[in-house]
DNA sequence: TTGCTGAAGTTAACGGTGTTCACCGGGGCG
DNA sequence: CGCCCCGGTGAACACCGTTAACTTCAGCAA
């Protein structure tokens, strides 16, 4: 049990991420490659395999440090409105994902490159995913504390989607009730719509600014959670 | 001025991209590379370039064809109610999408390899995009043809938003009333936020079964085109 | 028939990638 | 002192896109 000191090979795992995110950042998710990484810390590739089993790994592990990120972009504790709150969190979700496309299309993009990683990478960042989801659910129970929640809309309220939402269950329990899982659910499934339409340009055929097509839609969303149709 | 058999020719074009789309079925986009496509069709890699000038171009080529394909799989000529024709063709996109995921990704998956291609990578896509839009914003007039449009939500009347519709307007001109281009985009969001964040796998954390929530979120969206909020 | 021309395909090579293996230097511990 | 093992190197293998030079061969013209 040579410790050595401890600090010494977790801040060389930083250095590794932090290149791989500087990488990331300059040329998006394809330029990440481990013979870059080391060429720009004065190392060769196969060093890297002393803190990582392989690149995908490396991904991986980067990818769980920006959901972390993210959240503490999006999260605003306040007391305001928790409306108010929700509605200036979406704003901060799509500000972070334009100022940081290559991140997002990391975190959100389309996987299924090898089928051989795409379990793992699920299985990996569920933790991720399900805790940055937290920072949305908590919101919306502050919201329905406040607001009466509008009726369940129809299949949501079914034995088969409860039975589906298993997944959900094994990360947060019953911590919330139905109506702020549909909400978030609905909420979520938009604001990724509208944000990853936009970073991944797949508007631009269409429109040169989406904002005002974001700020229509968040709003028509948000007021659609207190009794709205 | 040999023609030989110009036929022979496309022949080949056709045989490189049914290769390039089996291995897309097989192992997602990642697996297509030249090599390998060679390889399948007994041939060395430095062929293809008789046929297409890089892997790039291959990919936006077969990209163009997914376009058109998803275009004869989601459109349902009918003289249904085109409220629902309208929702059977966003049931028919998702489940194009559910059995084609890689197909799916390379059209509407994260771009953002290397800054190079992208823009060359967009504009000559645009035209696949656009002329997929069309069929939706064919419904959608049909639908304000019989059923009155809602009202406008805001921010979308702006002057700004009108402005930042150029693009739009450089591909279907003033065909479609701005009800209609209004409807499409929020529909439009809405239904590749679902499709996507299900093939992508980005909500298997909550749920296993999406589609609830996807029936859920499209009939809201259909009876919303209708003067609902 | 001969000869040319151009299309189609090959081999070899360059530079890039992830990954594995054998090796080695040096610091902490028994 | 001697051992061990952590962190690093170098070489190698297999894959990738791309380029250049070369061959092969069908088809047309003189």
Redesign the interface.
Known sequence: MTTTTPSRRSATVAAIKATARRLLRS?????ISLRAIAREMGMTAPAIYRYFPGLDALVVDLTGDLFAELRDAVDRPGDDDPLVRLAEMGRRFRRWALAN??EF?LA????????TQ?DRH?LEL??G??RF?EVFLDTIAAVYAVHPPPPM????G?P??L??????RD?HGDRFPLPVVSAF??GW??????V??E????????????E??F???L??TI??MTG??
Do not use: K, M
Not at 108 to 115: A, E, L, R, T
Not at 163 to 168: E, K, V
């Open positions: 040329g998006g998710p394809a330029a496309p290559g299309a959100f993009g389309s996987p299924v490159p090898g089928v795409f699920c569920t933790d995913g399900a989801g809309p129809a299949n949501l079914d088969g989607f039975a589906a939402l298993q997944p959900y990360a659910l609905i499934t938009r604001l990724y719509g509208l990853a339409i970073v991944f340009g797949h508007l631009r055929w269409a429109v040169t600014d989406v005002p097509l700020e229509a839609e709003s028509r007021t659609g709205g149709a």
